[in-house]
């Protein structure tokens, strides 16, 4: 049988939430880790832009937008229910996340690649990446996740920003006043879905065996 094929970096946030999002609802898929530097003529024949995630479908159809992918998945098999909450509540997930993707995706990338030849100085790009995480500390500060006592989409989807930005600055995130989401960050990458998504794998080599996820679901290997 013909699997979805997912294109992915290993520390793209976004490809990260498709990955993640492909594990939880159980998708069997080969995976092709790639550097996005040095993107194979593979993916840069499917889309127009130059970029990763890009899940290839069993059909040949194209999903190259990691929202997207996340919702295909969760709409095969949403086992906790991600998605299952009212529509007030989805549409306010979404607006957290239209915040995430927009302007605090873009203050996580200026901080983590910050150079001396950056415009502003790291902590400028830190202060601004605050502003977002003061309104993640007022939602966790009465719950366990960002909507509730259960994981919902936004929970997984704004993750591996925070993840990066506590990356860079590790022992500054970890004295800083936001304890709330330290635990919350803390407990997701404990997680065994989130170990199992952030294995690193080498990257992909057109006549190598294919990868495939989750690692279970591959046949043995001989003898």
């Given at each position: 049988?013909?699997?979805?094929?997912?294109?992915?970096?290993?520390?793209?946030?976004?490809?990260?939430?498709?990955?993640?999002?492909?594990?939880?609802?159980?998708?069997?898929?080969?995976?092709?880790?790639?550097d996005?530097?040095?993107?194979?003529?593979?993916?840069?024949?499917?889309?127009?832009?130059?970029?990763?995630?890009?899940?290839?479908l069993?059909?040949?159809?194209?999903?190259?937008?990691?929202?997207?992918?996340?919702?295909?998945a969760?709409?095969?098999?949403?086992?906790?229910?991600?998605?299952?909450?009212?529509?007030?509540?989805l549409?306010?997930?979404q607006?957290?996340?239209?915040i995430?993707?927009?302007?605090?995706?873009?203050?996580?990338?200026?901080?983590?690649?910050?150079s001396?030849?950056?415009?502003?100085?790291?902590?400028?790009?830190?202060?601004?990446?605050?502003?977002?995480?003061?309104?993640?500390?007022?939602?966790?500060?009465d719950?366990?996740?960002?909507?509730?006592?259960?994981v919902?989409?936004a929970?997984?989807?704004?993750?591996?920003?925070v993840?990066?930005?506590?990356?860079t600055?590790?022992?500054?995130?970890?004295?800083?006043?936001?304890?709330?989401?330290?635990?919350w960050l803390?407990?997701?990458?404990?997680s065994?879905?989130?170990?199992?998504?952030?294995?690193?794998?080498?990257?992909?080599?057109?006549?190598?065996?294919?990868?495939?996820?989750p690692?279970?679901?591959?046949s043995p290997?001989?003898?």
């Open positions: 049988m013909k699997l979805p094929i997912l294109y992915s970096e290993h520390e793209c946030p976004y490809s990260m939430r498709a990955r993640i999002a492909l594990v939880y609802a159980g998708v069997k898929f080969e995976l092709r880790s790639v996005s530097d040095h993107l194979p003529r593979q993916v840069l024949d499917l889309v127009a832009e130059a970029r990763v995630p890009v899940l290839v069993a059909d040949g159809h194209i999903v190259d937008d990691s929202l997207k992918i996340m919702h295909w969760l709409l095969k098999n949403d086992p906790e229910g991600w998605i299952d909450f009212e529509v007030d509540g549409e306010e997930m607006g957290l996340i239209r995430n993707d927009s302007s605090f995706s873009n203050d996580v990338m200026h901080y983590i690649h910050w001396e030849n950056s415009e502003h100085s790291r902590d400028v790009y830190r202060k601004d990446c605050e502003l977002f995480l003061a309104g993640l500390e007022e939602h966790l500060a719950s366990r996740f960002l909507f509730g006592d259960r919902s989409l929970d997984y989807a704004v993750l591996p920003f993840y990066l930005f506590a990356k600055g590790m022992e500054w995130f970890r004295e800083a006043l936001y304890p709330h989401v330290w635990s803390d407990y997701h990458k404990q065994k879905l989130f170990r199992l998504a952030m294995e690193q794998k080498p990257l992909w080599i057109a006549d190598r065996e294919p990868l495939i996820y690692p279970q679901a591959a290997p001989p003898g």
